[in-house]
């Protein structure tokens, strides 16, 4: 089959159905096989009754391997939890390379290079291989872009990494010029999708619902990720204060990045140099006036702007982080590595209100 | 003491949460034990975080007696699940018998006068002793007063019947001349505190944000105190269609009942009959446009409008779940039984934005 | 030119933005002038920033006839407001007449057959020609869809109507069986756009933001729409009382019917004449459960529900008032009329969460 | 009369509804004038429907300074509008003066000390009397309660900025030990009730439900009160970064602030020295956790928490807009210039959800 063969693991929660609703208006996609043990049997609908008359599938227990080798490419994706993923795929693993298949993790399993830093950050991690975790690539697209065409295991960002780490990307590599310390306050937002399907008190509808709060304050793990794809691993030139917040809405990631330059720059000289560094990213805006989360909540943008004062500058970034943030990224991904378009699949606009 | 004692079982829920918040406000009252199996040791701002800096207690296994004992008069709330409260107070029976207490009920364990009715629409409930039953009242306030002064056991009204009951009274008893069938749609909508405190997938933030559908369609339980308050147990003339929905707030019911009078009437006149049916009703409003939820939420009012067209009318009532629905009835039923002017501690207006 | 050349009047409303939007998705047209005389060379995304991207046009002054004329096929959809619209279409008839152009207008000018109600319902209805009115073909897809097919005018129907409508067909045309009264109370809910995108006291952040309140009771416009798309357009046998209330959401209509058949039914024999009404819909989906807004919004799905108990029946519809309800409807209804498929463009899930 | 006789002018805004809710349960004071221009005659509550019930008294056209020279003390509020305030007061100082009345003014026009600061940040201040100026006291009741307590003229602080100062003042007065620069990025978020009642688009409920965005990057006013407050006017050694968002809920502001001490210290260090630096001020609690939005809406607290990384602090404060960021802030200075307790009528908790 020409079309390129999907199988999802983690089939019920938020990510895969993500996964599908996108795949919906993707031209080159087949769902072979969506797994989820909890659901086996049990129509797609059930779990996401968004996506009623769209897939004629039930939940399975396993990939159809069988099936996947009749397609000319095949991704596999999973969006299992931290800690599960590399056990699961280390099972798969021999399939996997019997059929050359592409693997796009959502977790953070593989996101961090340095195994002590993996370790440290997320104890949960099981499979800690190191030849495997070699294999994967930080599938921030607009900064990896050739690393990822080149890949069969992607690492898929974070969503408050995606969004920080686009913000900074051009302070960092093409602003600041030298190795001295730099101070970043970054302030996140986000909406409670982030935290995932199952029911928890702090995300309890009427706990949340007009509400607004910090937390893990200083202590979010996505911290990891934004100083590692800063190049900086270790935090030793760029001190990052990172703190989350919780958002009374469903999608949305805003982060307000604030940082000190050793010069004094002007908006319109960011603006400029902004926009030539993501001249060739079609899902990177870089718009005048603040971000709006409206215009990017259910898309696959990033909307980033930027001011400066003398040498203070604030940075801001709007994405969804179901989307951008995870399965749009992680569809994007797949886009590059099979060749396609990068916007394939991808290329809608917000509702706006 | 001359202030009236005050235990609370049930103390981590919102229901006890809401007791607490209103009788900050109130003169008359000493809470003296606030009980929880779960937390007990426990500030009550563990559970309750707004409260912090207004109570100096801490959650315990069990009702003082010894200290209720030494004062004048003492209110016992139960804020228990329904099924347990009956059981529960099977317990302390005794010594609230010694104590002269009151008790004052938030679950629907003895709303129910018909043992059968509520056999059969709460089989959680597990005492079932008539004679028990016999001695509480149905606490809404505005249409039982008299009886509520000299009761001892209340069993406080749901919050959607509450909603339901001050909207279609004044046509029930004043209006409705005979003994013909009428139909009448009720359509509530609810906040999700309604659902407590315990997270569940239909309560997540994720689900009910920007969100709305009904649920328990023509099932709900409330429907039975709505036809009894209305002197129809078993609703063999009045046909209510009772549907409640979820709106995406915290707090708040809003009732709309459609019906057809058998004759013509105007909205001046019904608004004139409501006027009057509740007029000695401190907090029953007649509005003349729609009630607002933002104008009730955070009180113990209930705005009502009404609306006819030929012999078509409109009823429209809004209150807060957790106050007028819950909390804040228990305790105008409490300033009832007390000889308290009945506004004692609940006298204040909403934010409304 | 072989797609399809469309020109929208009205181009800054919410109305025009949303044809925008779901344009972008929409292989067979191409935008050739979108008319708005208070921002004529600002560029569409200076009114709808979440199209940033997606459109290198601006507005103009007037429609682009000569650019139209090459085009095999060109559709005008008026978004402008109720009263202007009928004048702007006499202004430009001839030239429609001379490209044999199809109108389609999302105001209520032409919606009402009879003049007499139009008059009475629309005051501001400035253009009362009744042999223009006469072209015009009430657009409710799912109902007149032969009609519909052969028409070159088309009267939009409105958002409140079509979720109304949707939900009383199959009980008017399949259920009820002869001329005797029936009492039908229609709750509506609605989401703020609706009113659309001038500021108004109602309408402010502030008022609405967890809120919820009726308004237009008994006397909102839409209800003359549900009567004559019902068949009854002097409601002689159908006695509506129609309520619509503000709920605190941007999109999304949720409609629930009251009614008492002179028979008694089954939920699930309901559902199955609702299923077979709707069997050739793709936009109707009967579910089982009450619909949510949730699986609705950014769609073009009505999603439908019905419950009997006895002969008591509620009926449940949710759709997004923008899509279903204003400018998905309008391009479902210009596929039908150009011989496209009914789903191009418009065959995409809602977000879910 | 022994009472506190009030007047309030520019009574039909938030601020005025605002100082009305509170005082309701306030016991020391008596409403004597309700000014506005535009409705004189009306009654209170068809500008706030949520006081139905609370007062009877119209809207009137101007203060009834002899009604109010009945009193031992008389108190007059101005919610009129920056650049409207300073003429008013002009036009009404005699009376004031022969009543030795106090004067709280809830706008901007008397918030700078510098006349020159004044100047650039409020070009449209219009009443420039530099010894008028001089009699007013910047009305932050935890940092200058003496000199309120003998002022007669306040100047109330804006709502970001007394958020801000409340969060940053043992910070720059008790920790920072010289006169070093000091980078402070303030990401600041707020309710749309800020903006006032007058509809604007971006105000919409439709443009502002579930979005998120920045407003007046490094440029809001407030920045200048709050460096006068921390004790630097003209940014000299503090080098503020301010940028202000909207939430999409109506009231509560939530501020994050992030900086690097030239030392290391720890949370609970932190933590020690602001519960001393606020041990007496009952409306600041320093919490553990983040604040949270929902402990303090209503209320006049000022949630405040504090985390240290090494040298890296981040302060979050938590507080109402239109309570300790208005209205509630000038009742609390109103009761220490008064000699009452400063809580009198403040003392009540949040609604929590």
């Known amino acids: 089959v020409k079309k390129i063969g999907i199988a999802i693991l983690g089939g019920t929660g938020y990510g895969a159905g993500e996964l599908l609703r996108i795949f919906v208006q993707h031209p080159q996609v087949e769902i072979v096989s969506v ?15 968004h996506l009623n008359g769209f897939y004629n599938l039930d939940f399975v227990a396993k990939i ?10 095949c991704v596999i994706f999973s969006a299992l ?25 959502l977790s953070a399993d593989f996101r961090l290079k340095e195994l002590a830093v993996q370790k440290a950050i997320y104890p949960e991690t099981k ?39 686009l913000a900074l990307a051009p302070i960092v590599f093409e602003i600041k010029q030298d190795d001295s310390e730099i101070a970043i306050g970054i302030d996140a937002k986000t909406g409670t999708s982030g935290a995932g399907r199952t029911p928890q008190p ?19 793990r996505h911290e990891a990720e934004i100083l590692q794809a800063l190049g900086d691993p270790y935090g030793e030139f760029i001190k990052t204060a990172f703190v989350p917040h ?15 330059l050793p010069f004094e720059s002007s908006t319109a000289q960011l ?11 079609p899902f990177v805006r870089i718009v005048e006036n603040s971000p709006e989360l409206q215009n990017v909540i259910g898309t696959n943008f990033c909307d980033i702007s930027i001011v400066a004062r003398g040498n203070q500058v604030v940075v801001m ?32 606009p917000a509702l706006g209100i």
């Open 35 to 49: 797994v989820s043990s909890s659901s086996v049997g049990k129509c797609i609908s059930s779990a996401h009754p």
């Open 64 to 73: 159809d391997f069988e099936r996947l080798a009749q397609f000319e490419k």
């Open 81 to 105: 939890p931290h800690g599960v993923t590399a056990e699961e795929l280390t099972k798969i693993l021999p399939q996997l390379e019997e059929l050359n298949a592409i693997f796009i993790d």
């Open 127 to 165: 499979e800690l291989n190191p030849e495997l975790r070699n294999r994967f690539v930080f599938g921030l697209s607009e900064l990896e872009k050739e690393k990822i065409q080149s890949a069969k295991f992607i690492a898929n960002p974070g969503c408050l990494s995606t969004a920080s780490i």
């Open 202 to 220: 702090n995300f309890h509808h009427a706990k949340r619902s007009g509400n607004f709060s910090a937390y893990k304050i200083l202590e979010h």
């Open 246 to 260: 919780l958002l009374p809405t469903t999608r949305g990631i805003f982060v307000s990045a604030y940082l000190t």
């Open 271 to 281: 603006l400029d140099i902004y926009s030539k560094f993501y001249q060739d990213c």
């Open 317 to 348: 970034s709007a994405l969804d982080n179901l989307v951008k943030g995870m399965a749009g990224q992680a569809i994007q991904n797949m886009n590059l590595i099979c060749g396609l378009e990068e916007t394939t699949g991808l290329w809608s």
